[in-house]
């Protein structure tokens, strides 16, 4: 009878085995996934203030732009080494200003209380 028992305590640890092996490989699998998604080139930051596109600007050329909001609020955005990220805003919160530095296709800068977004996107 310790004979079965170690062969099913054998079995269970190489089903365990299988079971972690096939965890990881989709874990793997998944964030490889992911970064590939992300691997289409940006070439624009597409502005809207209130749902509307107000501009659409190349990530290839560095500028910086004043946006105003329909609020009377303004968010000042850098374009910078294909990077974009709103260094000034006149919100209470400046949540946009602490989101950062973005540069892949579907990155996002929302500022609620101006109502403005900045999305970097491809030219597709």
């Known amino acids: 009878m310790t004979e079965s028992k170690d062969t099913k305590q054998k079995?269970?640890?190489?089903?365990?085995?299988?079971?972690?092996a096939?965890?990881?490989?989709?874990?793997?699998?998944?964030?490889?996934?992911?970064?590939l998604m992300h691997k289409?080139?940006?070439?624009?930051?597409?502005?809207?203030?209130?749902?509307?596109?107000?501009?659409?600007?190349?990530l290839a050329k560095d500028q910086e732009l004043t946006i105003d909001s329909v609020s009377g609020g303004t968010n000042h955005l850098?374009?910078?080494?294909?990077?974009?990220?709103?260094?000034?805003?006149?919100?209470?919160?400046?949540i946009c200003v602490?989101?950062?530095?973005i540069h892949l296709d579907g990155e996002i800068?929302?500022?609620?209380?101006?109502k403005m977004t900045a999305q970097i996107k491809s030219r597709k």
């Open 98 to 101: 602490h989101q950062g530095k």
């Open 78 to 94: 850098i374009i910078k080494d294909g990077e974009a990220w709103v260094s000034e805003a006149t919100c209470p919160d400046k």
């Open 11 to 20: 079995l269970l640890k190489k089903q365990d085995m299988i079971l972690i």
């Open 109 to 114: 800068i929302v500022c609620l209380p101006n």
């Open 40 to 58: 289409s080139p940006a070439e624009i930051v597409e502005v809207s203030v209130d749902g509307k596109v107000v501009e659409t600007l190349d």
């Open 22 to 35: 096939v965890i990881l490989a989709a874990a793997v699998l998944l964030f490889l996934g992911a970064k």
